[in-house]
């Protein structure tokens, strides 16, 4: 538990103190930023569209890299190492399915509720016209 929260302070602190100036600085992020000065809501400005792509993206990259290590690893060195995958216990398996599943599951219902706004906004404006 501890350690949990000490990486979730570290995290809290390279973003605030390293990220944040760096995305602020940028003249993409500025006026999304001045706007509303959350990081989440010029991200999703910016990535609309795409955050279920690059969730996917890297779910196959970290399954990848997973397999490859256990694959590559012994070729490499000459030494046989222990797999990545059985280090994790095996009840936490389902979880994670569990979890990636509900990931991608609330990425497409944001998705559809912006596709459903956009319709709105879009028949608002034939009826106007």
């Known amino acids: 538990m501890v350690m949990a929260v000490m990486l979730f302070a570290t ?4 973003y605030a103190f390293w990220v944040r100036p760096i995305l602020q600085s940028r003249p993409a992020f500025r006026e999304l930023y001045g706007k509303d000065e959350s990081v989440l809501a010029a991200l999703r400005q910016k990535l609309k569209g795409i955050k279920q792509k690059l969730s996917s993206a890297a779910v196959v990259a970290a399954s990848a890299a997973v397999t490859g290590y ?3 690893a012994p070729i490499v060195s000459g030494v046989d190492v222990s797999s990545l995958a059985s280090k994790m ?15 991608f599951q609330f990425l497409r219902n944001l998705a559809d509720r ?3 706004a956009e319709l709105a906004d879009a028949t608002a404006a034939d009826k106007q016209a």
Do not use: C, E, Q
């Open 11 to 14: 995290l809290v602190a390279i």
């Open 70 to 72: 256990d694959f590559f």
């Open 89 to 103: 216990p095996s009840w936490a398996w389902p979880l994670v399915l569990i979890a990636l599943t509900a990931l």
């Open 114 to 116: 912006r596709h459903g």
